[in-house]
């Protein structure tokens, strides 16, 4: 799958076309900031559409004190992955998106906000994609991007972390700013998690082998997202044993805990979320031995955030909707309504 991504890039390099940008506001729980403007960029590349996103984070509702601006990107179209919980696993068709699309997107966010070059700006390679399948775009992106905003920060992410990945990020991270390195976590039972993210490739590394990584591991900014789910890992049980693998990595990582927003494929993979009261357990159990910890989840449910598309809300709020969406994006609504095939 990995080389045929690649084969698959010269094709890529399409341009980019701006059809729309959609906006929300949304009350959070999350680490420093709790109100959020969120801006959802929709581009047509060939007949695709991608979203890429434009988060300003702000300390309250009053809206006085920006904590932060965030350009949230996708490094693929579709996701081999597949997670079982992400609006991206039910769209047909996988295409890497060269760092060349990515500059274009960035740029384009940029100058719609008149940012100057110098602005600081946290750049999350967490939409659409995973690192394991996009990490030598990833790495061009960073290397081009740090030198063209000097004050760009970068998150990265992946459900499937390997040795050598984790090898070349610490490189990366040694010459580049970087936020935080994260990692999905499921279940400390690995059958669990493969059942629940379908495309994880065997060379990834299980949950122990990823923690005596950072256990050695020089940097401190680690995070695990843990995605909280009903029946799969909100017992008692899950949150001790996941507890007691932090102990040994607690003063690298910081754990959040994400509430699930549904999705088209969570609705069809009859996963729901876990109640307000199980994330707060297990916050108050880690913070309880010292790791840092924060509950993730939103007010209400806009599709805007990583994991979900601004497209499904769309289909989801009303047949008159789609009725008014132009042409490229009602040919995306309905590859994301039939079955789920990869090429
Ligand atoms: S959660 Fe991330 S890795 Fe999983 S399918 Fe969605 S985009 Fe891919």
């Known amino acids: 799958m990995k080389a045929l991504l690649e084969t698959n890039l010269a094709s890529a390099a399409q341009p980019l076309e701006l059809l729309d940008v959609a906006t929300s506001t949304n009350t959070y729980s999350a680490n420093g900031w709790s109100y959020e403007c969120a801006e959802k960029y929709l581009f047509r590349m060939g007949k695709k559409l991608i979203e890429a996103g434009f988060y300003t984070h702000f300390a309250d509702a009053s809206m006085e004190m920006v904590v932060k601006q965030v350009i949230e990107l996708p490094t693929s179209y579709g996701c081999p992955m597949k997670c079982a919980y992400c609006a ?39 939409g659409t994609g995973d690192a394991y399948y996009t990490l030598n775009q990833i790495e061009r992106y960073i290397a081009v991007t740090s030198q063209r905003y000097r004050n760009a920060s970068f998150t990265i992410s992946s459900c499937a972390w390997t040795d050598s990945m984790l090898k070349r990020v610490e490189k990366m991270a040694a010459a580049h700013r970087f936020r935080n390195i994260q990692a999905t976590f499921i279940s400390m039972n690995d059958m669990v998690t493969r059942r629940l993210i379908p495309g994880l490739p065997h060379e990834s590394c ?19 997202n843990y995605v909280l789910l009903n029946a799969i890992n909100d017992s008692n049980r899950s949150f001790r044993a996941f507890m007691e693998a932090m102990l040994p990595i607690k003063d690298k990582v910081i754990v959040r805990i994400s509430s699930l927003n549904e999705t088209l494929a969570s609705k069809k993979s009859n996963l729901k979320p876990s109640s307000g009261d199980h994330a707060a357990v297990l916050q108050e159990l880690l913070i309880a031995k010292g790791i840092h910890a924060y509950l993730f989840h939103s007010a209400h449910n806009d599709n805007m955030s990583c994991g979900q598309l601004v497209l499904e809300r769309t289909l989801m709020e009303s047949s008159d909707l789609f009725c008014q969406l132009s042409s490229p994006m009602k040919e995306t609504a309905q590859i994301l309504q039939s079955p789920s095939t990869d090429t």
């Not at 991206?88 to 070059?117: N, Q, R, W, Y």
């Open 206 to 224: 299980g949950i122990f082998e990823f923690i005596n990584h950072i256990r050695t591991s020089l940097l401190r900014n680690w995070r695990i």
């Open 88 to 126: 991206a696993s039910c769209i047909k068709g996988i295409m890497v998106l060269p760092p060349e699309s990515l500059f274009e997107m960035t740029d384009l966010i940029i100058h719609a906000h008149a940012l100057p070059a110098d602005c600081k700006i946290l750049v999350t390679l967490t």
